[in-house]
């Protein structure tokens, strides 16, 4: 195209740059743009955003705000787009403080509006560092203003608010939403959900699923295996399984993380049978069986002495080129301690070593306390 005359216009460049970015090929759009310039194209507000949104992907901020000065330099005026491209670069790069000084340079400059996109970026940047006060100052200045939040943004907050154990502000807020006629999802309940469990409030936890089940909003995987790891916390293996049975129902199939609490569940009660029984349900569902899966099993078995099945699973993972990491060699260490073998325990202190898993403080707190007993 370059070697076309007259040259193409830069309206069509920009369209080739905005596909070739799309594609995640930043390095390449840079490399065009350039060779944009080379040849004499001019380039305009859309195609020096782009160029931002590149250098924003491949953390180079400082050439980000390199190409921000040229818009002033030739007069250009950003948009919207420009802003929520900058805003979130330094989102990308965890520089919260940047990111709100760009927005606050939009609002002060008064020609370009942040929309909800803005808004909801930033918001997320602040849920992201913990800092709950400035989302929620954030989206009291979008009632309050044109920019009326959306389920996005109440969204982000409400998971933030779960994720730090600060539910009843999160129902509140739910609350709130609900009064501004914005509609919760899947996504909104499976937070609120998840912010009880991580306060042993199942019971609550239950009527949120009933709740989003008669708004017809229906529980996702992850809704479903929140639930069941809270039950199983709770010692209540037939709810679980109840719960599981639920899934099954409803063509929501569990996945790793739901049989996984399960199996944990069992093997907290002794009832190492049923949480085999589980392990080789999600072998021959083609489940992909990780790390946790195995250390829950095998501590599992440790906690009712049967070292060998324990050890049988050890090997089991290394065929399958599962490397055991330090928690794992810690249970059977401890597994060993107890039953009064520390030669079997220091062989595994030594293996986990030569398998790059270093000890931690529990590793020598284990075998401190075995030498001592023994």
Same mark, same amino acid.
């Given at each position: 195209?370059?070697?076309?005359?007259?040259?193409?216009?830069?309206?069509?460049?920009? %369209?080739?740059?905005?596909?070739?970015?799309?594609?995640?090929?930043?390095?390449?759009?840079?490399?065009?743009?350039?060779?944009?310039?080379?040849?004499?194209?001019?380039?305009?507000?859309?195609?020096?955003?782009?160029?931002?949104?590149? !250098?924003?992907?491949?953390?180079?901020?400082?050439?980000?705000?390199?190409?921000?000065?040229?818009?002033?330099?030739?007069?250009? *005026?950003?948009?919207?787009?420009?802003?929520?491209?900058?805003?979130?670069?330094?989102?990308?790069?965890?520089?919260?403080?940047?990111?709100?000084?760009?927005?606050? %340079?939009?609002?002060a400059?008064?020609?370009?509006?942040p929309?909800?996109?803005?808004?909801g970026?930033?918001?997320?940047?602040?849920?992201?560092?913990?800092?709950?006060?400035?989302?929620i100052?954030?989206?009291?200045?979008? *009632?309050?203003?044109?920019c009326?939040?959306d389920?996005?943004?109440?969204?982000?907050?409400?998971?933030?608010?779960? %994720?730090?154990?600060?539910?009843?502000?999160?129902?509140?807020?739910?609350?709130?939403?609900?009064?501004?006629?914005?509609?919760?999802?899947?996504?909104?309940?499976?937070?609120?959900?998840?912010?009880v469990?991580?306060l042993?409030?199942?019971?609550e936890?239950?009527?949120?699923?009933?709740?989003?089940?008669?708004?017809?909003?229906?529980?996702?995987?992850?809704t479903?295996?929140?639930?069941?790891?809270?039950?199983?916390?709770?010692?209540?293996?037939?709810?679980?399984?109840?719960?599981?049975?639920?899934?099954i129902e409803?063509?929501?199939?569990?996945?790793?993380?739901?049989?996984s609490?399960?199996?944990?569940?069992?093997?907290l009660?002794? *009832?190492?049978?049923?949480?085999?029984?589980?392990?080789?349900?999600?072998l021959?569902?083609?489940?992909?069986?990780?790390?946790?899966? !195995?250390?829950?099993?095998?501590?599992?078995?440790c906690?009712?002495?049967?070292?060998? *099945?324990?050890?049988?699973?050890?090997?089991?993972?290394?065929?399958?080129?599962?490397?055991?990491?330090?928690?794992t !060699?810690?249970?059977?260490?401890?597994?060993?301690?107890?039953?009064?073998?520390?030669?079997?325990?220091?062989?595994?202190?030594?293996?986990?070593?030569? !398998?790059?898993?270093?000890?931690?403080?529990?590793t020598?707190?284990?075998?401190?306390?075995?030498?001592?007993?023994?």
């Open positions: 195209m370059l070697q076309m005359r007259p040259l193409p216009s830069v309206v069509r460049f920009t %369209k080739i740059l905005g596909k070739v970015a799309k594609l995640k090929h930043y390095s390449a759009v840079i490399s065009l743009y350039n060779q944009m310039g080379v040849s004499r194209i001019g380039h305009d507000v859309c195609t020096l955003t782009i160029l931002i949104n590149c !250098y924003c992907h491949l953390n180079q901020m400082g050439l980000s705000l390199s190409v921000w000065g040229k818009f002033f330099k030739l007069g250009l *005026e950003p948009n919207v787009f420009t802003f929520n491209t900058l805003i979130n670069g330094f989102l990308l790069e965890n520089r919260v403080v940047q990111a709100a000084g760009i927005f606050n %340079k939009m609002i400059g008064g020609n370009c509006q929309n909800v996109v803005t808004y970026t930033l918001v997320k940047g602040f849920c992201m560092k913990g800092n709950n006060r400035a989302a100052q954030l989206l009291k200045k979008m *009632e309050e203003g044109a009326k939040p389920l996005v943004v109440y969204n982000t907050i409400i998971d933030s608010l779960c %994720k730090d154990t600060l539910v009843d502000d999160a129902l509140n807020l739910f609350s709130e939403m609900m009064c501004k006629g914005v509609a919760p999802n899947v996504i909104t309940y499976t937070s609120l959900i998840h912010g469990c991580k042993g409030g199942w019971k936890a239950i009527r949120l699923l009933n709740e989003m089940v008669s708004k017809n909003i229906y529980p996702n995987v992850r479903f295996s929140v639930l069941v790891d809270t039950l199983c916390k709770e010692g209540m293996a037939v709810e679980a399984e109840g719960v599981v049975e639920m899934m409803r063509d929501i199939q569990p996945d790793t993380v739901t049989y609490s399960l199996m944990d569940c069992f093997c009660r002794g *009832e190492t049978g049923k949480a085999k029984k589980i392990f080789g349900l999600m021959s569902k083609g489940l992909m069986v990780n790390v946790v899966s !195995y250390s829950t099993l095998i501590n599992g078995y906690k009712r002495k049967m070292m060998d *099945e324990a050890m049988m699973l050890l090997r089991e993972m290394s065929r399958k080129g599962l490397v055991p990491n330090t928690v !060699y810690n249970i059977l260490v401890d597994g060993y301690c107890k039953v009064g073998k520390l030669g079997d325990a220091q062989k595994l202190f030594s293996e986990m070593q030569a !398998y790059g898993q270093l000890p931690d403080v529990q020598y707190a284990i075998l401190l306390d075995g030498l001592c007993k023994n």
